[in-house]
């Protein structure tokens, strides 16, 4: 079962970072990723890590704004976002995949969190 959390209402150039606790004893043997979907828009991806945290990877509108990060001690899984726009405005999801490497394709996660809303004003 995954948590997120972290979510809220902010100003373009603003920050938050969201959460997403994980229950389960294998949580360091998933890859994570971090989704988001805005009214009218389809999921799209935002960022993944691997299990070990080792390695990232981000879409492009975010790249060098978010940073996703993980805590295996604590189950749990991060997105610092910085410098926020309002085309950030979304509901956002964390998601586990049975995988140890990055993954991007939403098909492909096996659990997802009930996601948390991020608004972004102008």
């Known amino acids: 079962q995954l948590q997120a959390s972290g979510g809220g209402l902010v100003q373009a150039g603003g920050s938050l970072r969201l959460s997403c606790s994980a229950s389960?004893?294998?949580?360091?043997?998933?890859?994570m990723g971090w989704f988001r979907q805005a009214p009218g828009k389809e999921r799209e991806f935002v960022a993944s890590i691997s299990a070990s945290g080792g390695s990232t990877y981000y879409a492009d509108s975010v790249k060098g704004r978010f940073t996703i990060s993980r805590d295996n001690a604590k189950n749990t899984v991060y997105l610092q976002m910085n410098s926020l726009k309002p085309e950030d405005t979304a509901v956002y999801y964390c998601a586990a995949v049975r995988r140890t490497v990055i993954t991007v394709a939403s098909a492909l996660y096996d659990y997802w969190g009930q996601g948390t809303l991020v608004t972004v004003s102008s």
């Open positions: 389960g004893r294998t949580f360091s043997s998933y890859a």
